[in-house]
């Protein structure tokens, strides 16, 4: 399945926990024993209920959208003006994220097959892109030599 099937499937099956692509992303590349491994350059379920094949998309998705996105961001938004506002606000935990701490060996962010395909080779650049944004630094091993 292509990077972008993928995240859709996640953020159609499991919004709560998944209304964005970074929180996907994040999943995918970052969190270890994510319940995915590498299989012919793509990422697949480890499932042993191989949930996810029971499902197939009619068409390719060229690039995941999550209905809640935009909702997601903008109740961040307003929460975090009302934390400015009144310091004793506590941000509902729905509406909070935090990057997985990217181990350099063992991340699929820094680890992937030499045969990863060209589209979850664009959704580990975008990840890269977005840990970058938002300061979290990671060492790649062609940077440490």
């Given at each position: 399945?292509?990077?972008?099937?993928?995240?859709?499937?996640?953020?159609?099956?499991?919004?709560?926990?998944?209304?964005?692509?970074?929180?996907?992303?994040?999943?995918?590349?970052?969190?270890?024993?994510?319940?995915?491994?590498?299989?012919?350059?793509?990422?697949?379920?480890?499932?042993?209920?191989?949930?996810?094949?029971?499902?197939?998309?009619?068409?390719?998705i060229?690039?995941?959208?999550?209905?809640?996105?935009?909702?997601?961001?903008?109740?961040?938004?307003?929460?975090?003006?009302?934390?400015?506002?009144?310091?004793?606000?506590?941000?509902?935990?729905?509406?909070?994220?935090?990057?997985?701490?990217?181990?350099?060996?063992?991340s699929?962010?820094?680890?992937?097959?030499?045969?990863?395909?060209?589209?979850?080779?664009?959704?580990?650049?975008?990840?890269?892109?977005?840990?970058?944004?938002?300061?979290?630094?990671?060492?790649?091993?062609?940077?440490?030599?």
């Amino acid at each position: 399945m292509t990077a972008e099937n993928t995240i859709q499937w996640m953020m159609d099956f499991y919004p709560d926990i998944y209304p964005t692509r970074k929180h996907c992303l994040n999943q995918l590349f970052c969190v270890i024993g994510n319940g995915y491994k590498w299989k012919n350059g793509e990422l697949v379920d480890t499932d042993p209920d191989e949930f996810a094949s029971r499902y197939k998309f009619k068409k390719t998705i060229d690039r995941a959208k999550s209905k809640q996105e935009k909702h997601w961001y903008e109740m961040l938004e307003w929460h975090k003006m009302l934390k400015q506002l009144d310091p004793e606000h506590r941000i509902p935990m729905q509406y909070e994220f935090e990057w997985y701490p990217v181990a350099s060996e063992y991340s699929y962010v820094v680890n992937f097959p030499a045969d990863v395909t060209p589209s979850w080779k664009a959704a580990i650049l975008e990840c890269r892109k977005l840990l970058a944004e938002d300061g979290v630094v990671i060492i790649l091993e062609e940077e440490s030599k």
